[in-house]
């Protein structure tokens, strides 16, 4: 099945090492490639089926824990 570049690299390209090719290819988001192409061997991560509905939504955040304490808090660890 033809693959095709995802949506989020149409806009921030990256280059991808293809070693048959002797160095870094930027894949063409006009072009379709095929599953044995080289560059899709390479970086599966980077295309999609030509078929296949993109999820494009922004994930929902995450509450990140502080790696520092904040002013007043103790943090310890604990030691063996």
Not at 5 to 13: G, L
Not at 38 to 61: L, M, N
């Amino acid at each position: 099945m033809p693959k095709r570049v995802r949506e989020q690299y149409k806009a921030n390209p990256a280059a991808i090492y293809i070693p048959a090719a002797g160095g870094h290819v930027v894949p063409d988001p006009s072009l379709r490639y095929e599953d044995d192409d080289p560059i899709v061997v390479a970086a599966p991560w980077y295309f999609i089926d030509e078929g296949q509905v993109e999820d494009t939504s922004v994930p929902t955040e995450v509450p990140i824990e502080a790696a520092t304490a904040a002013p007043g808090q103790k943090r310890a660890t604990r030691r063996r």
